[in-house]
Structures are given as C-alpha cells and as structure tokens.
C-alpha cells in the first residue's frame, strides 16, 4: 500500500515502538504525548527507554522527515488515515482492566476524525471495547479496529519487525484489512478477525504464558522436593514440539507491565459471563507462592531469620534487557525481604537513584561487602562473568542464591561459595579460610 498518514497516541514502549517501526515502513507517523518535556526529548532524538535500537529508529526517522512527536491529539489526528491508541491500560480496582486513558482520548478527538480513519486499539484492551469506543463515538463513519501488540520488553524493536503474526479485528468490512496492510512489508501472516476475537488473543496469549510460568515452577517445586534437576526435566520437556522449549524457567515468579495486569483483566472478563476461570487463578496464586517460597529459601540461607541478615541482590528490574521495575518478582522479593528485617544492598545495571527499604549501589561488587547472603533475582548475562573469589572475600557469610539458575554452580563453588537454584540440587561448598 502507499504510504499512510499515521498517528500513535502514547509514546511508552508499545507507543514509540510502534510509531518508529511505522516510520521505517516508509508511513508517516505522528506520536503525541500529554508531556511536554517528553515530547521535547523525543523531537530531539532523545530516547529514555532502554529499548535496543529503538533510538536508532526513533533518530532514522526524525531525519527522514516521516517521524514527529507533538503535544495533545486533537489537532494531530484532523488528517490521519489511521490513528493508534497506545495508552497506559493498567489493572484498576478490582483487578479489571483501568480504561480511562483509553476513553479520555476518545472524548478529545472524537468529533474531530476524519471519515473513514480507522481508530485502532494497540493497547491491551478486554473484550467488549471496540463497542465501548463506538458507542461513545456516536459515528457510524469511523471504523473501529482492534490490532493487539505482541512486544517483549528488551527485544520490542525485533518483535515488532519479525512478528510470529499480525493479528486485526473489526466489525467494519475492509478495516481490518486495511490495517493489515499497514505491516505487509513484513511478510508476516495476518489474521482477520471479527472485533471480540481480535480483543481476546492478547489477554489468551499472555495468560497461556503466565500458565506455563506457574507449571514450570511447580515442577521446580517438585524436582527440590524428589531430587530431581529442573534442567535436565524442562530440557525433556522441550524436545516435544507440542511444548516448546520457551517459557520453561523457573525464576522468583513473573512479572512486568503485562502479565499481572492481564491475568487479573482475564478473570474478571470471565466473572463478567458467569465463567469461574479456576486454572488462571491457580496461577495467579502459585506465583504468589512462588516468591514466598523464593523467600523462604533466602531465609533458609540466613539460618532460619532474616532480621538484621545482610542481603545482597543483584537484579531489580522485572527481566535482563529493561530498566523496568514494574511488578517486578525482583522488587517483590526484596520487599518482603526487607520487610522482615533484612539489611539489602542491590544492584541492576539498568537501574540506579533510590528505592525505598534498600541501598542500591553502581557496583556489582559492592552487594558483597559484609553480605551474609547474595541472591541473584535477574538473568543479567554479566552476572555470570563476576569475579566470586572477590565476591567471596567481601562476603561475611558463604551462600549464594540463584534464583534464575543464572551461575555456574561450579564457579561459585571453586570460589569457596555453596550454591543453591529453584528445582536443581544444591552444591556445597566451604568458605574458604583466609591464612595471614
């Protein structure tokens, strides 16, 4: 197709990705912002999301000329084709799915659309939006169209660019293949859907993943209590290509932007019809139990209590790859941690400035000064290659746990260090003793 005259309201991680990878196809994208100073950053080509190549883009399209960034939509959208609502829709009271940006948007530009410009939901919406948005319209002359995002934090830029799918609802013919055909230099397969279908695979989608998150660690659970290896389960597991190999590691319980807020969205939708949606709430429940078990075996590490145990942690952020701290399972732990009366010094490469209950350093090393116990909390790939001898020699205590089975439990141990993951058998080691 020709190129589009787009606008992308909202400039987050689905937003600004969305609008500079539009921009590379060769449309012309507008991405407004409620924030000034925001706006004013990204005009200049200052990206602050830790996003790789996104900046690239974002700087590749600024130049090119088909990439602008503005404050407020009203005026943008008077001569867009289409236009994306890529607003914060966060888990509001109850749990259910927060909709006000969403609506608010609506209200502000409604009456000022042009005919036939496809209003298009990216943000992470329930079902039954699409004849929400139209009914507060009151136009029969603007398509409404659902097209869900599937972006991973760390590799969104990647995603977007080489998507599994390209998935578009409407109840208006032809609008979702226009929409489509948006992405067709992609080369990506595209499912046209009715409006309620479209809504639906996202919040699926994600659910299924939290599924299989809680599973793989209940049998981590499992293989600590029947002496078996996570590792070597999950690794037969992924043979099987019904099953995959993603997805299959344990960790201190998921977390993010997305998967919390989801989830709970999900549940109340199936309220919402009378459906008691027993297997997601079981998950929901297990990766509670997942971090209060993660704790437990960090108390464990400490004798038994954790008042006044010194803690080091390395990782804050929800997953490697971001500098994002929402609903982080890291954050989760370590509150719990503190809250119990732990000491925590921490440390993420992608995370500085002070966060409440714990002293965050600029230094891997630093965590270890005095510690009684290091837990690794994110899959940082840099945390594999730390010197543990000199970790070791600052430590006061001698136990390390991995909650990603991030380590090589044999560095660890040659360093003097015991070693001990979710759902692999511990490795002992012993200080080793200092002779002056």
Not at 23 to 45: M, Y
Not at 387 to 393: E, F, Q, R, S, V
Request: aromatic content about 6%; glycine content about 12%.
């Amino acid at each position: 197709m020709s190129a589009a005259r787009i606008v992308v309201v909202g400039t987050g991680y689905v937003g600004l990705t969305t609008g500079a990878c539009l921009a590379s196809l060769g449309h012309r994208v507008t991405c407004v912002d409620v924030d000034e100073a925001k706006v004013s950053r990204l005009a200049a080509g200052r990206v602050d999301i830790l996003e790789p190549g996104l900046a690239e883009l974002v700087t590749g399209g600024i130049t090119s000329g088909r990439l602008s960034f503005v404050v407020g939509a009203r005026e943008a959208v008077r001569h867009a084709d289409g236009v994306f609502l890529c607003v914060p829709t966060p888990m509001g009271a109850g749990g259910s799915a927060d909709l006000r940006a969403v609506e608010a948007v609506t209200a502000e530009i409604g009456d000022v659309l042009p005919t036939g410009c496809a209003l298009i939901t990216k943000s992470t919406v329930p079902v039954g939006t699409s004849k929400r948005i139209r009914a507060m319209l009151g136009r029969t002359d603007v398509p409404i169209v659902s097209n869900p995002e599937f972006l991973r934090e760390g590799t969104a830029v990647s995603d977007f660019l080489n998507p599994d799918r390209i998935v578009v609802g409407s109840d208006t013919p032809g609008a979702a293949d226009w929409v489509g055909d948006l992405y067709a230099d992609l080369g990506a397969p595209v499912v046209v859907a009715d409006a309620a279908s479209a809504e639906l695979v996202k919040y699926a989608a994600n659910c299924f993943l939290a599924l299989k998150l809680s599973y793989v660690n209940s049998i981590a659970e499992l293989c600590e209590r029947l002496g078996a290896d996570i590792d070597l389960v999950t690794e037969g597991m992924g043979y099987d290509r019904r099953i995959g190999r993603t997805f299959l590691k344990p960790g201190p319980g998921w977390g993010g932007s997305c998967l919390p807020k989801d989830t709970s969205a999900l549940v109340k939708v199936a309220e919402s019809v009378n459906y008691d949606f027993r297997m997601l709430t079981s998950a929901i429940d297990e990766n509670i139990a997942q971090r209060d078990r993660i704790v437990a075996k960090i108390a464990g590490a400490c004798g038994g209590t954790l008042a006044g145990a010194r803690i080091g942690v390395l990782g804050l952020a929800f997953k490697a790859g971001t500098n994002d701290l929402r609903d982080s399972p890291a954050l989760a732990v370590s509150s719990v941690l503190g809250a119990l009366g732990a000491e925590i010094t921490a440390y993420d490469p992608a995370v500085d400035g002070v966060i409440d209950g714990m002293t965050v350093v600029d230094d891997p090393y630093q965590v270890a000064k005095d510690a009684d116990v290091i837990v690794v909390l994110t899959e940082w790939a840099e945390f594999k290659h730390l010197d543990w001898t000199i970790m070791a020699d600052a430590m006061e205590g001698d136990d390390v746990v991995d909650t990603r089975n991030l380590l090589d439990p044999r560095t660890v141990i040659d360093a003097g260090l015991s070693w001990q993951g979710v759902g692999r058998p511990r490795a002992a080691g012993r200080k080793r003793v200092t002779v002056s």
